[in-house]
């Protein structure tokens, strides 16, 4: 996996310590040029050959001491002459011998910045001395999102009287120093379907418009607004708008898998988790922890809660790599809560932002130590399906148990017994780069486990030094040349033997042995631990200092042979893991079958062993680098960093994400809501608040949305509610030729942004207005896509991960695969079509057409009026009066006759309308 | 068509800003003052001038052999029945002693190539084709192996290259999806060969079942069930009345003029997509030459796809794994060659009639190779091969190739890649440079990154390029 991600290791680290430099002498002149111009230009062209894994000519660029040292032609920097710079010469290409980069010429305006940077002095930040912490931390502490959430005092406008909520005056304040105005307010009947669509995804009726044009009352809309807010729809819509972020699926993505063997039959219970607590407006730090550490909340939650762990548990399998597995749960975590793209720290030190690779083991850590429990826990404890069923399910987990129990002692006893051909082959062989990549290769029960081969290598590689008490004759007779090896041996030997630190044991072993090879040191040592392994296992009492020691290499944790139950799998044969994969998918489709199985959570639970983690140098878990603890992120704690202290560190992880001084948690969130209620969000990239994405133009605006949200108790309710009573929100849309003339985007909000129908709205709209539309809530998912007679709402509907329906696709509902940040919107024909031809399309205008209002109305004009009425909330005028009465009244336009008649023709018309399709 | 909003694409774009069709077409949009508003789909302009225009992928899912088919060992003969000297490779599974190839070579064309007797028909061609013989790849695992050589990574959601190039250079035909995956069946791996991951869903590729044969059953929707032609069109000339009237105050919003096109659009796409899969309007000649088989079918519909417009066009042999040869290899692959030989022979020979062949670019190969060791099944040879992911063939032709080439090779036994190793990343980037496209510079951001098809890997291999 290492391959993906970007393979220049740049340590910045010299811009590093830039920030506390900065912080306390006066700016050096250029820094700010190197870091604008010069870092990018070293990370994108020159550190993969000069730094990292290659040092290309001695030369490395990589921090800002090894770039003053230069490399094997001497110094490539003279500060302050361009001319006299070696670096210079190398990216102007005019000398044939020395041209850099080899891949091609540098542009003009990337070799004049090189050059200014020299001639101002080729400056660059300090390197600090302790890089354990990344030292970018510091420097960017100053960048917007990471400082402090501030409470603004709201800005003096001059126009109070527009303002209505504290929002206005942020908004109004920049409108009016750039001498803009406000739009008008919205007429009654738009901003009545403003606030449905927003809120509810669902249209008013024709009587509702009627009754709030009516009803003046100061606080009409207001109640409007409560009204949705306490409605069943809202956490539909909004539970969906979260379910983006949470790459919800309800499908597994295995290969040679079909049908109902996809199907994960619990995935509901995380969507219906959602919808539900949205409704019961749970305050949204409390939301956070229950997603990521419900199991662990004290006092227990409510099992149903459980269910909120869908969040870690619901992305792709990645062919069951659980590396990928954990980066997916990482990513979804630092992208969706914290706006952060930590899993770039997974190969390297991420490019941009101050997350050093450390920190992405720390989390590592805590995802490691937390597993899938075999027997998922029931939302109602009390709850039992069909007695057959019950039967037969647990029969197929007490089968699925019992096979792990035994796989689990029958593999580790291997993988002990067998040290010595472990040993051998590990000394007789060079590292085989599939040795990593077990969880493709098919073994036969009989092959060496890959994973424990390349950990006896490491193990050596750390172990066999020259003064190792036990590995320190490897060591040495290892050091001998093959050719000599029988003869030069003895000698080692005798040293060794004299040595008083050598463990008696190893001693006596090598003693007795016949050392020929160098196969037979290795055979010795594995006989040796075996036998003191098998010894130990008749015996009681604690054994000696030797022993233990001996005992330790095959018995602890850390033993090349340990591997943690819940890994089992990886280590069985072809044949074993093959029927244990089967027996898992029996266990779920039993629940897929059985409509009654009652409903579990996808929950996590915290690992009998916890995961001590280490750093993987470059993303390979073969290449263990330096430990670190399960722990948050640097940037993120303000004061000296604790490991998390309690179990896997899911909750603490939690607390640390919602806690008060975390600047980013509650401004991504204020960010995405506002994204849904405008199309626009004040922060272009949702889900990356990191050192590329630049102070907002609303950034005040943002602090106080965010410092209002957590005053209020993290409601997502009342932040709702602050923003559509805002004056802001209830602008007109329409287009002022002046106002956009100055802001063509529209970002300082001089009026509201028209907005299509995202898919769900778009599909229950249709339902809706046709008079279909079932509104039962919640349970396992339907065929929305298929099947033109299913009238669910569509946040209930199969979200097939693997083979997203042509439906969703072509209304561009976003990727499962990854937590989204917003949705693309793109206009192609295949929508057109849909509308046009689709069987569901049809169906709806049928139904349409055959409402009661429709059917007994008395002519032409009052069908066509009332399906105006029906479809979009109004009265025709009087020249959509006669459109529409003249096609129900034409002939058939040729010999053939249409199926549908002109009545359901025009009703389909009107869905298809772009009235129909945006909101104003 | 709203597709991404100016400042999302100006964001998203990165580096690639400038060079890239959309930037432009957005600049435009600005130069207007119109909302900016681009059809994803509208055709682009290359970063450079491309040699090849559109991509046809004939897609040998499984893994042939390479040993068997374009890259000749007759060394294999001297060691039948006996371990090679050079040791067997890792591979998916155990695999014994050499296994020479049951099929005969022969020298094809004045650049003599030598081929098997399985490809006999397209060997016709070879002095117009560039063999890679020595592709690797990572792992010797199909869903890896397929997903790496679609998309350019093993496991993670990574766009494909078909969605790549889309993004980049759009569709010369608007009533066509900008990529067609023809496949009877599903190849295992399935959408994620052809997904569009974090690119817009419409760069995603269409995949179409030609085990279906009418052209209507194809397209989702492309067929009204309840209106005739007159009076659909009649329906859709009120619906863009009543739009019309709707957009009159709204005439800044290009959004709403988009999706009044987008019906008209649909509207020919009902008859042209209908069109273009109904092989049954060929000539006769044309149709025999390709044969009523299944890929005859296949491959006829692609070059009418490509035809009209469709930037690329997969065709895999078929459903999982068709190539996957681990037992009897001898009768596996004459079989699977006898069927796509004869349509791939047609193909080029059609391409060239047509003058599409100058500017088509032309793949052939599956996700990995297999052994030149016999595979072994509970210890015994089964007379097959295993998965080889260390060397393999892939041979290109058409647009910008330079035929009657060999590139690379592998050992003396045709394991392992030595000469010149062409990566999977390799080869993308050659794609895109045939394209007109720059491998760096075609990025998209996404999730604080500048992603590409190649990673930071990618070389443009030179050599085969005409």
């Not at chain 1, 608040?689 to 997502?716: E, I, K, M, N, Y």
């Not at chain 1, 300082?748 to 249709?766: H, P, V």
Request: aromatic share 8%; proline share 7%.
């Amino acid at each position: 996996m290492y391959r993906t991600c970007f393979r220049l290791s740049l340590v910045l680290g010299m811009a590093l310590a830039g920030g506390s430099t900065l912080q306390a002498a006066p700016p050096v002149p250029g820094l700010e040029f190197f870091e604008k111009e010069i870092r990018p230009l070293l990370v994108e062209h020159c550190v993969k050959c000069h730094g990292g894994e290659r040092v290309r000519g001695g030369l490395k660029l990589t921090s800002g001491q090894d770039l003053r040292r230069g490399g094997d032609s001497g110094p490539v920097i003279v500060p302050g002459k361009p001319e006299e710079s070696l670096l210079i010469k190398a990216v102007r290409y005019n000398d044939p011998d020395l041209k850099m980069p080899p891949t091609g010429k540098l542009t003009s305006a990337q070799i004049a910045a090189f050059e200014t940077w020299v001639r101002l002095g080729a400056a660059i930040p300090q390197e600090e001395a302790n890089s354990s912490i990344n030292p970018l931390a510091a420097a960017s502490r100053s960048h917007w999102a990471f400082r402090p959430i501030t409470d603004l005092p709201t800005p003096s406008v001059r126009n109070a009287g527009w303002v209505r909520t504290s929002i206005d005056t942020f908004v109004l304040a920049q409108l009016e120093a750039r001498g803009l105005t406000p739009s008008p307010p919205a007429d009654r009947r738009t901003l009545l379907r403003r606030a449905y669509f927003d809120l509810i995804g669902l249209p008013p009726t024709w009587e509702e418009v009627q009754a709030f044009e009516q009803d003046t009352s100061p606080d009409a809309f207001a109640r409007v607004v409560d009204r949705l807010l306490a409605s069943p729809q809202y956490g539909e819509r909004w539970g969906r708008h979260w379910l983006d972020v949470a790459r919800y699926a309800d499908t597994k993505d295995g290969v040679l898998m079909y049908g109902d063997d996809r199907i994960r039959p619990f995935a509901y219970t995380y969507r219906d988790y959602v919808i539900r607590v949205f409704n019961e407006d749970l305050p949204f730090d409390r939301f956070v922890r229950e997603q990521l550490a419900a199991d662990l909340i004290q006092p227990p939650v409510e099992p149903w809660r459980l269910a909120a762990l869908g969040f870690l548990t619901l992305g792709r399998m990645f062919d069951n790599n659980i590396h990928d597995v954990i980066d997916d749960r990482i990513d979804t975590v630092s992208r969706g809560l914290l706006g952060l793209t930590v899993s770039c720290a997974r190969c390297h030190d991420h490019k941009y932002d101050p997350i050093p690779t450390a920190d992405y083991y720390s989390l590592y850590g805590v995802f490691a130590s937390s597993e899938v429990p075999l027997v998922l826990p029931l939302l109602d404890p009390a709850a039992r399906g069909p007695e057959a069923f019950e039967t037969k399910y647990a029969a197929k987990l007490h089968e699925i148990q019992e096979m792990l129990d035994t796989q689990y002692v029958l593999l580790s006893e291997t993988a002990r017994a067998r040290v010595a051909d472990y040993l051998v082959h590990v000394a007789t062989t060079k590292p085989d780069p599939m040795e990593t990549a077990i969880f493709f290769l098919s073994l036969a029960p009989t092959d060496l486990r890959p994973p424990i081969v390349a950990r006896w290598r490491s193990f050596l590689a750390r172990r066999a030094t020259a003064d190792d008490p036990v590995f320190g004759p490897w060591h040495d007779l290892f050091a001998l040349p093959e050719e000599s090896f029988s003869t030069a041996a003895p000698a080692v030997l005798e040293r060794w033997t004299q040595r008083p630190q050598l463990n008696p044991l190893v001693r006596e072993a090598l003693l007795a042995a016949r050392l020929e090879t160098k196969a037979d040191v290795a055979r010795t040592y594995g006989h040796l631990l075996k036998r003191v392994y098998e010894e130990a296992k008749g015996t009681q009492g604690s054994p000696d200092a030797a022993h233990k020691v001996l005992l330790d290499i095959l018995m602890s944790r850390d033993s090349p042979a340990y591997f943690p139950k819940s890994q089992t799998r990886r280590y069985m044969s072809r044949a074993d893991t093959d029927a244990f994969g089967g027996k898992l998918r029996e266990l779920d489709l039993l629940a897929v079958k059985e409509p009654q199985a009652p409903p579990r959570a996808m929950a996590l639970v915290d690992a009998a062993d916890l995961y001590d983690p280490h750093v993987f140098i470059r993303g390979n878990p073969a290449r263990a680098g330096v430990a670190v603890p399960r722990q948050f992120l640097a940037i993120l704690t303000s004061e000296r960093r604790k490991p998390f202290a309690h179990g896997s560190g899911r909750l603490d992880l939690a607390n640390a994400i919602t806690a008060a001084d975390n600047p980013l948690t509650a401004r991504v969130l204020v960010n995405r809501v506002w994204m849904y209620h405008f199309g626009e969000p004040l922060v272009d990239t949702p889900n990356d608040f990191g050192l590329r994405t630049s102070r907002p133009l609303q950034a005040d605006l943002l602090d106080h949305l965010a410092t209002v949200f957590r005053r209020d108790g993290w409601s997502l309710k009342k932040l709702h509610r602050l923003i559509l009573l805002s004056s802001t929100y209830q602008q007109a849309s329409f287009d002022r030729p002046e106002a956009h003339k100055a802001d063509p985007d529209n970002r300082l909000l001089w009026r509201a942004n028209r907005q299509r129908l995202d898919l769900e709205a778009m599909r229950d709209t249709l339902l809706a207005v046709s008079g279909r539309l079932d509104l039962t809530q919640y349970g396992r998912p339907v065929d929305v896509a298929n099947d033109p007679l299913n009238r669910r709402r569509t946040v209930y509907g199969l979200v097939d991960r693997q083979s997203l329906p042509t439906m969703y696709r072509t209304f561009d509902f976003a990727s499962p695969d990854l937590s989204a940040e917003r949705r693309t919107q793109t206009t192609v024909p295949q929508q057109a079509l849909f509308g046009m031809n689709s069987p569901f399309v049809i169906r709806q205008a049928r139904d349409l057409a055959a409402r009661p209002e429709v059917a007994r109305s008395a002519d032409a004009v009052e069908k066509v009026k009332a399906l105006y009425r029906l479809a979009l909330q109004r009265l025709p005028d009087a020249e959509e009066l006669r459109i529409g009465t003249e096609l129900l009244t034409a002939p058939a336009s040729g010999p053939e006759k249409s199926d549908l008649m002109p009545l359901e023709q025009l009703a389909q018309v009107l869905l298809l309308t772009n009235e129909f399709m945006f909101v104003d | 068509m709203r597709f991404l909003s100016r400042r999302e694409m100006l964001a998203r774009t990165g580096t690639g800003l400038g060079l890239l069709g959309l930037a432009g077409l957005l600049a435009d949009a600005e130069r207007s003052h119109a909302a900016p508003v681009v059809n994803p789909l509208a055709p682009r302009q290359p970063h450079f001038r491309a040699r090849a225009r559109r991509v046809i992928h004939v897609y040998l899912n499984g893994g042939p052999s390479q040993v068997d088919t374009f890259d000749p060992k007759p060394a294999l003969k001297k060691y039948e029945g006996k371990i090679l000297p050079t040791g067997n490779l890792t591979t998916e599974r155990a695999t014994g002693t050499a296994l020479p190839s049951p099929f005969a070579f022969k020298k094809y064309g004045n650049s003599g190539i030598e081929i098997s007797e399985l490809f006999a028909k397209t060997a016709v061609h070879v002095d117009d084709i560039a063999f890679i013989r020595s592709m690797h790849a990572n792992t010797p695992n199909h869903e890896q192996s397929m997903r790496l050589m679609n998309c350019g990574d093993e496991r993670l959601s990574r766009p494909s290259y078909g969605a790549w190039v889309t993004y980049g250079l759009g569709a010369e035909n608007q009533n066509l999806p900008g990529f067609v995956v023809l496949c009877p069946g599903m190849p295992v791996a399935d959408v994620s060969n052809w997904r569009s991951a974090f690119l817009p869903g419409v760069f995603q590729g269409t995949h179409i079942d030609t085990r279906k044969t009418r052209a209507q059953d194809l397209i989702e929707n492309v067929v009204n069930p309840a209106l005739t032609k007159a009076d659909q069109r009649r329906q859709l000339d009120v619906l863009t009345v009543l739009n019309r009237r709707h957009q009159q105050p709204r005439a800044e919003d290009a959004a709403l003029e988009a999706r009044i096109q987008s019906f008209e659009l649909a509207f020919r796409m009902q008859a042209e997509a209908t069109d273009a899969f109904d092989v049954t309007r060929e000539p006769q000649a044309v149709r025999e030459r390709y044969g009523d088989t299944l890929h005859g079918r296949q491959l006829l519909i692609a070059r009418r796809l490509i035809e009209r417009g469709v930037r690329v066009v997969q065709c895999y042999h078929g459903d999982v794994q068709p190539w996957d040869s681990h037992n009897n290899i001898d009768k596996e692959h004459r079989r699977l060659a006898g069927e796509i030989d004869g349509p791939l022979a047609a193909l080029l020979t059609d391409l060239k009639q047509r003058g599409l062949f100058e500017d088509t670019l032309v793949i052939c190969g599956g996700e990995f190779g297999r052994t030149p060791a016999v595979e072994l099944a509970n210890g015994k040879p089964a007379m097959g091969r295993d998965h080889n992911h260390w060397g393999f063939t892939v041979w290109l032709a058409g647009g910008g190739v330079k035929g009657g080439t060999v590139v690379g090779a592998t050992d003396e036994f045709g394991y392992k890649a030595v000469d010149n190793p062409i990566h999977v990343h390799d080869l993308h980037a050659t794609i895109l440079h045939l394209l007109g496209l720059y491998h760096e510079k075609l990025t998209y951001r996404y999730s604080g990154r500048d992603y590409r098809l190649t990673d930071v890997e990618g070389r443009v291999v030179k050599e085969i390029v005409a």
